[in-house]
């Protein structure tokens, strides 16, 4: 089973997954490894070779775990975390642990194994936030979590193993270090200026535009002010919200297509790039603690464009060859 182990100097927590056991051989593949083609589980036709689906959108009334369906959600086959079980914690000397409990799912975007999120139709794309939505929704109500994190790797660089189109989720029994770092900072400031910090950013980038990519009525991309990566990007709402399962229909839509276009203008300027994607949400509620004055939720983008070396590793710091005010002016004027 796996386990939740914490660095006892920062506090910081580890997922060791002894479902995905790794001797050194398997540590050494290349991308044409991973990425080539040939037998696809994701593929129509191949539902048996995929765990039963715990969602799928399907217009034509087929049954689960057949084809024609245009969003499929199934297990991971080899998760992280593992959702059986009870939630146990121990120490062991001066170190802390618990058992690895949580949920891994797979969102399949598309039955078509050569699109991405980017080539999408739009309501295409938004079937694949309803169905985030959804397995959201579904996952709350299981007392033992308390974040619910959806990401995408996009290609080999960024982490993925299998080029069909897809997202992934992992409901975790604790609060990420990096996303309490982030409430931290965002209560910080609420407390002493009684305003959101997300909102504060909203309102001065569509003012002063020079890092704005793309918006519509009720959504901005931007350019982050201090951006780690290379044309890194943020989507934010410009209505004050803290969780992104709150999200009306009208909503979705215009997500669906400020989304759909921020990808197009990033693949147009960067060629296509691996990125990853992570919606950043808030915290699931406890009975104790509430967010939704002080968070607002956003998704991330994050073309994987330059790597990650020894004085990041080393230091925290991140070094970026480009100044948002300029990557936000390349991806503006990218004819899509």
Same mark, same amino acid.
């Given at each position: 089973?796996?386990?939740?182990?914490?660095?006892?100097?920062?506090?910081?927590?580890?997922?060791?997954?002894?479902?995905?056991? &790794?001797?050194?051989?398997?540590?050494?593949?290349?991308?044409?490894?991973?990425? &080539?083609?040939?037998?696809?589980?994701?593929? =129509?036709?191949?539902?048996?070779?995929?765990?039963?689906?715990?969602?799928?959108? $399907?217009?034509?009334?087929?049954?689960?775990?057949?084809?024609?369906?245009?969003?499929?959600?199934?297990?991971? %086959?080899?998760? @992280?975390? #593992?959702?059986?079980?009870?939630?146990?914690?121990?120490?062991?000397? !001066?170190?802390?642990?618990?058992?690895?409990?949580?949920?891994?799912?797979?969102? !399949?975007?598309?039955?078509?194994? +050569?699109?991405?999120?980017?080539?999408? =139709?739009?309501? #295409?794309?938004?079937?694949?936030?309803? @169905?985030? /939505?959804?397995?959201?929704?579904?996952?709350? %109500?299981?007392? /033992?979590?308390?974040?619910?994190?959806?990401?995408?790797?996009?290609?080999?660089? @960024?982490?993925?193993?299998?080029?069909?189109?897809?997202?992934?989720?992992?409901?975790? =029994?604790?609060?990420?270090?990096?996303?309490?770092?982030?409430?931290?900072?965002?209560?910080?400031?609420?407390?002493?200026?009684? /305003?959101?910090?997300?909102?504060?950013?909203?309102? #001065?980038? +569509?003012?002063?535009?020079? $890092?704005?990519?793309?918006?519509?009525?009720?959504?901005?991309?931007?350019?982050?002010?201090?951006?780690?990566?290379?044309?890194? +990007?943020? !989507?934010? =709402? %410009?209505?004050?919200?803290?969780?992104?399962?709150?999200? *009306?229909? *009208?909503?979705?839509?215009?997500?669906? $297509?400020?989304?759909?276009?921020?990808?197009?203008?990033?693949?147009?300027?960067?060629?296509?790039?691996?990125?990853?994607?992570?919606?950043?949400?808030?915290?699931?509620?406890?009975?104790?603690?509430?967010?939704?004055?002080?968070?607002?939720?956003?998704?991330?983008?994050?073309?994987?464009?330059?790597?990650?070396?020894?004085?990041?590793?080393?230091?925290?710091?991140?070094?970026?060859?480009?100044?948002?005010?300029? @990557?936000?002016?390349?991806?503006?004027?990218?004819?899509?």
């Amino acid at each position: 089973m796996p386990e939740l182990r914490k660095d006892p100097i920062i506090g910081r927590w580890v997922i060791i997954s002894t479902g995905r056991g &790794k001797r050194p051989s398997n540590f050494t593949h290349k991308r044409e490894d991973i990425l &080539k083609g040939g037998f696809c589980p994701f593929c =129509p036709g191949n539902e048996d070779k995929t765990p039963p689906e715990v969602l799928s959108y $399907r217009n034509d009334g087929s049954k689960p775990n057949t084809p024609n369906w245009s969003v499929r959600v199934v297990p991971n %086959k080899f998760p @992280a975390l #593992q959702i059986e079980g009870y939630l146990h914690r121990e120490g062991v000397g !001066i170190f802390d642990k618990m058992s690895g409990i949580g949920a891994h799912e797979v969102i !399949i975007e598309s039955p078509e194994h +050569t699109e991405s999120l980017a080539t999408l =139709p739009i309501k #295409q794309v938004e079937n694949v936030l309803w @169905a985030f /939505r959804d397995r959201m929704m579904d996952l709350k %109500k299981d007392t /033992r979590f308390r974040y619910i994190l959806i990401f995408k790797n996009q290609g080999f660089e @960024a982490g993925a193993t299998l080029e069909h189109p897809h997202s992934q989720l992992i409901a975790l =029994p604790i609060i990420p270090s990096l996303v309490a770092e982030e409430m931290k900072g965002a209560k910080e400031y609420y407390e002493y200026k009684e /305003r959101c910090i997300f909102c504060d950013i909203v309102r #001065q980038e +569509t003012t002063d535009r020079s $890092r704005v990519v793309a918006e519509n009525n009720e959504f901005v991309t931007l350019s982050p002010y201090a951006p780690r990566f290379p044309f890194e +990007t943020w !989507i934010l =709402p %410009k209505i004050h919200d803290s969780s992104f399962e709150d999200i *009306q229909k *009208q909503n979705m839509e215009n997500l669906a $297509r400020i989304l759909s276009e921020s990808l197009k203008r990033m693949s147009r300027v960067l060629n296509d790039p691996p990125y990853n994607f992570i919606i950043h949400n808030s915290p699931l509620k406890d009975g104790k603690t509430t967010y939704e004055d002080y968070y607002h939720w956003h998704i991330e983008i994050m073309p994987k464009l330059t790597h990650v070396a020894g004085f990041e590793a080393g230091s925290g710091f991140y070094i970026n060859p480009t100044p948002p005010e300029e @990557a936000a002016r390349y991806l503006k004027e990218a004819e899509i």
